[in-house]
């Protein structure tokens, strides 16, 4: 089966940093997405990981162990805006399940001035 | 909009009536997916469309659920005799193409609502 998991809820404050942890157990792995949630809104993109290392977007940077199935999203220079679910999603293998995200249940994060 | 659109964007209606939500993707993207969304749930995968055709519908939870695309565009997915526990957040995506590293773009999603 598939597991991906993720802590439920963080909080921070203004211009702090937040790492948010997700491991994941699935059949063979093909990439790792980052997508982020306002309430009431849809996912949005954030990042894609395939190999194992850190990948910098801006305030924005994933990182990912293949061997230990972990990867993080860390958060940089906190604003009020990046009160959210961050949600993580892994890209199995081919086969029949070809074209799917598994998605972790989400990290609300809030952040506080 | 360039964004992938849905429509309605919320639903309410009766147990045991059929419904139908609308996804209309970016255009040129060839890959289609729907995903529903409960409280405090992950999103769960229900089908996933590469041009007309759906390789992999192995996530639509029974027979009532069903949905189609044409001319590699739209794509409907409709719900038969709708029950309560069908009440969730329905979302679509869509991506360039059914490449590994390709980003599923999602719309806002349909929040439907059975009483």
């Known amino acids: 089966g598939q597991n991906i998991d993720q802590p439920t809820e963080m909080t921070a404050t203004e211009g702090a940093i937040v790492q948010i942890n997700c491991t994941y157990q699935t059949s063979g792995f093909n990439g790792l997405f980052w997508y982020q949630q306002h309430a009431g809104e849809a996912p949005t993109f954030l990042s894609y990981n395939v190999l194992d290392g850190l990948e910098e977007k801006g305030r924005f940077s994933s990182f990912l162990s293949r061997s230990k199935g972990y990867s993080y999203l860390l958060l940089k220079e906190l604003q009020m805006k990046d009160s959210a679910s961050y949600l993580c999603a892994v890209r199995p293998r081919g086969g029949s399940t070809l074209g799917r995200l598994y998605f972790g249940r989400g990290t609300q994060l809030t952040v506080w001035p | 909009g360039a964004g992938v659109s849905q429509s309605p964007s919320n639903k309410v209606t009766e147990k045991g009536k059929d419904v139908e939500l609308r996804c209309d993707p970016i255009?040129?993207?060839?890959?289609l997916y729907w995903y529903r969304q409960s409280l405090g749930q992950g999103l769960e995968f229900l089908i996933y469309?590469?041009?007309?055709?759906?390789?992999?519908k192995s996530g639509l939870p029974s027979d009532r659920f069903s949905a189609e695309r044409t001319g590699g565009s739209v794509s409907t997915l409709t719900i038969q005799r709708t029950q309560q526990e069908d009440s969730a957040v329905y979302l679509c995506a869509s991506s360039l193409a059914d490449r590994s590293n390709q980003p599923q773009h999602f719309g806002d999603g349909t929040r439907l609502s059975i009483l």
């Open positions: 255009s040129g993207h060839t890959a």
């Open positions: 469309f590469q041009g007309n055709s759906a390789p992999d």
